[in-house]
């Protein structure tokens, strides 16, 4: 075919030349030859399978910036940064659809008949941080009240301290808020783009701290949660125990592709590479949003991945199951993590919700 005119090109490319001039401007996609004289640009026809791939990139909602980095990659590695941002435009789509539920029962009343018959709910609660069997500094932080629960596990560096208390610093101000159950998911995400903000300012010019998150915020018998890294929240309920958190890390992401099954995953090298943090990439933070009801005899774990990576979930299981309060279960968890070798920072919150 030859070269062809950025009109023709963009009809074969089915683009509009605005958008073929906008990504020449952006470096993604340039003409072969412009034209000294006239500025007109030409495109080769080699140039059509490029042009289509960012064309239906686009149309996935990927941003531009990214487009670039997958258009300079091998088809083979550009298949998973592809697979992995959907995944992220999925749980974020989810978890919208989570609250628009919630406020359409809520605005509509049929959610209050639940409400009215839940029973006044209390909180117990216990936390501890640890720094470990190996570790000389500890990057985990963690905080309970009874508003709020939040494990936070930051980078390993000096400034991984700092991120994880930033981010949980950020939500404690919820705690004074008395907002209603519908307001609390917009609160929490509020928070946590603030929670980004704070991470990305404490960067230097030769250190980039990056923390995950886990947190709950309470109103009542409504749970606010989010979640966003490795750290992560299970629910035990009567005899069973929920992982509530997905891992937003590599080693997960080949997990759900069905590439590792879940006992390679544990022993994984790279299982503590994260595809999502606080002060991570230069976008907007990405977290996933849920909202819960609890009911009483509930028991929340939050913890890090110094637990989580150590400390099986049969034994897991059996910790919350058979040890009494609160502190004594936290105490148990530790003791767990001791006996694996704890190679990593601890963090745990234990939080059982009570009727009054």
Request: aromatic content about 4%; some cysteine; overall charge negative.
């Amino acid at each position: 075919m030859g070269l062809l005119t950025i009109g023709a090109f963009a009809r074969a490319a089915r683009l509009t030349p605005k958008a073929l001039r906008l990504y020449d401007k952006l470096g993604l996609l340039r003409p072969a030859v412009v034209d000294p004289e006239s500025g007109y640009r030409f495109y080769d026809a080699d140039q059509l399978d490029q042009a289509r791939l960012i064309a239906q990139l686009r149309r996935i909602g990927m941003p531009l910036a990214e487009i670039g980095t997958v258009c300079r990659m091998e088809a083979a590695a550009a298949a998973e940064v592809i697979n992995t941002y959907w995944q992220r435009v999925t749980a974020d789509t989810t978890a919208r659809g989570r609250l628009a539920t919630f406020l359409v029962d809520h605005l509509s009343g049929r959610g209050t008949t639940m409400s009215k018959t839940n029973p006044t709910l209390a909180i117990r609660y216990a936390a501890h941080c640890d720094t470990g069997s190996t570790r000389d500094s500890n990057e985990d932080a963690v905080h309970a009240s009874d508003r709020l629960l939040a494990v936070a596990d930051g980078m390993r560096g000096p400034g991984g301290a700092a991120a994880s208390a930033a981010a949980i610093d950020a939500l404690t101000a919820l705690e004074l808020v008395d907002a209603p159950a519908a307001e609390l998911l917009t609160m929490l995400a509020s928070a946590v783009a603030e929670a980004d903000r704070a991470v990305r300012q404490a960067a230097t010019e030769d250190d980039q701290p990056v923390t995950t998150l886990t947190a709950i915020l309470r109103s009542g018998s409504q749970l606010a949660l989010v979640h966003i890294g490795d750290t992560r929240a299970y629910l035990l309920r009567g005899c069973e125990l929920f992982q509530l958190t997905q891992d937003h890390s590599y080693v997960q992401s080949l997990v759900d592709q069905g590439k590792l099954d879940r006992a390679e995953a544990a022993s994984h090298p790279q299982r503590a590479l994260l595809v999502r943090a606080l002060g991570a990439g230069g976008h907007d933070v990405e977290a996933d949003l849920a909202l819960r009801t609890a009911l009483p005899g509930d028991r929340y774990l939050l913890c890090s991945d110094g637990l989580s990576a150590v400390v099986d979930r049969e034994a897991l299981h059996t910790a919350l199951t058979t040890a009494a309060a609160p502190e004594r279960t936290v105490q148990q968890l530790m003791d767990l993590a001791y006996a694996q070798g704890a190679p990593d920072n601890i963090a745990c919150v234990i939080a059982d919700m009570v009727a009054v």
